[in-house]
């Protein structure tokens, strides 16, 4: 079982008085209870056996706090590596509209978790992409559990829980080309595997900032895609649709965008990620 969720149990660790309006720090042991709680909770809704693994990225920071911990230990330093995507990106930078500011317990749940759990560092890439990463080698017997929706592009198990007004993702399996729905109400397209992501190849990404093809929003994703069978089959259409938009850019323009969106599924000798994963049929 895969877990990643610092920002949402952080921002629990926080809330604005409605009288003074400022912002008020719970304790430590409340923030503690709620984590532990959570990974209890997901353990058991996935009905998961063996040690659950916690997620996290790599940050400076964070990097330094490792190091520090392991200095008594005779353990090579850890090198910073920057997330891979933020060289890709050309067009807009990579999540270049998200804030910085992170809750006021981000750094200690990170540390809580490395010391108490068993966590895999995502260095380089993301949490994210090493949780795919560890799924591809037994898809069967790996459960994602995630708030994120663009970990759905990957086969194998998924879950996301509720929190707020997001319902429950109940644990499903994703496999093949998967498949996509029209949300009306909040206008954009939702779903699983590979077609979901070539939906997003469309539609790009507000959060992460990656645009997608200019002018082309869910309804085109959705009725260019909702048909389509196969991994193949959403490809040629979407690799048509950047032909059309950009002529002799196409190419350069489609794998920039693909690399941004695709969750790598393996690295190389040196660490770093396999490209043309998208090529493939799962």
């Known amino acids: 079982m895969a877990i990643s969720f610092r920002y949402e149990i952080g921002s629990c660790g926080q809330y604005v008085d409605e009288h003074s309006g400022e912002t008020v720090i719970r304790e430590w042991d409340f ?5 532990d709680n959570k990974i209890s909770q997901i353990y058991e809704a996935t009905m998961s056996e063996g040690e659950p693994r916690i997620y996290l990225t790599n940050s400076e ?32 930078p990579y999540k270049g509209q998200r804030k910085t500011e992170k809750p006021h317990y981000f750094h200690d749940i990170g540390h809580y978790l490395y010391e108490n759990y068993n966590v895999r ?10 949780m795919c990463i560890d799924a591809s080698l037994d898809p069967e017997n790996s459960v994602i559990a995630s708030r994120d929706k663009d970990l759905r592009q990957m086969n194998c198990w998924h879950y996301g829980w509720e929190c707020g007004l997001q319902p429950e993702f109940p644990v499903e399996y994703v496999e093949g080309a998967g498949r996509i729905v029209r949300n009306e ?8 595997g590979m ?19 200019p002018g082309k929003g869910y309804k085109a994703a959705y009725y260019a895609l909702y048909e389509a069978v196969t991994v193949d089959e959403c490809k040629a259409i979407v690799v048509g649709m950047y032909k059309d938009k950009y002529g002799e850019e196409a190419r350069e323009r ?5 690399r941004l969106l ?9 660490g770093n990620p396999v490209d043309g994963g998208w090529n493939r049929t799962t």
């Open 61 to 92: 920071a964070f990097t330094s706090f490792v190091n520090k911990r392991n200095r008594l230990f005779d353990v090579e330093p850890l090198v910073y590596k920057p997330n891979f995507r933020e060289a890709v990106a050309t067009v807009k």
């Open 262 to 270: 695709f969750m790598v599924r393996e690295l190389d000798e040196a």
């Open 121 to 130: 560092l995502a260095n380089g890439i993301e949490a994210d992409d090493l």
């Open 31 to 35: 923030v503690q209870g709620l984590l």
């Open 185 to 192: 109400k909040k206008k954009k397209v939702e779903g699983t």
């Open 195 to 213: 077609k979901f992501f070539y939906s997003q190849m469309i539609t790009g990404d507000t959060v992460d900032n990656i645009p997608g093809i």
């Open 254 to 258: 489609f794998t920039e965008q693909a």
